[in-house]
């Protein structure tokens, strides 16, 4: 899966919460969200120099960012067999945010599991 095929999954997957996704669909929209967010900030810095905080056009981005990006985390970890209410361990300060990134890294089931099929056929599994 691509950058432009992960981003593409995730907006048809806009507040999908059911199924699975692959680490590199989760990782590709990762990076997707994270240069929007520095993009918004930027042109935050140049049309709106006022504001110290959070700018009117990264809030709008953050805003139409979250659903998806809460989205394709839960069913990331739908692909390691997981509930998506353990999205809820990132709130524990450090470790919860270790513990979330150790599960992203790792290898989805390559079987079916409670969550669904495999998402992929071929032996490409990531």
């Known amino acids: 899966m691509g950058f432009s095929e992960a981003i593409r999954a995730c907006f048809q997957n806009y507040a999908t919460f059911s199924g699975r996704a692959r680490r590199a669909e989760y990782w590709w929209w990762t990076l997707f969200a994270t240069l929007i967010g520095a993009v918004a900030m930027i ?3 140049t049309a709106f120099p006022t504001y110290s905080e959070l700018g009117p056009v990264s809030a709008l981005a953050s805003l ?21 209410w353990w999205i809820l361990i990132g709130l524990v300060p450090l470790v919860g945010f270790l513990i979330l990134i150790y599960w992203m890294t790792k290898r989805g089931d390559p079987a079916e599991n409670a969550h669904g099929p495999n998402p992929i056929a071929d032996a490409s599994w990531t």
């Open 64 to 84: 139409a960012l979250l659903l998806p990006g809460l989205s394709v985390t839960v069913r990331r970890l739908h692909d390691l067999g997981r509930s998506g």
């Open 43 to 45: 042109i935050d810095g």
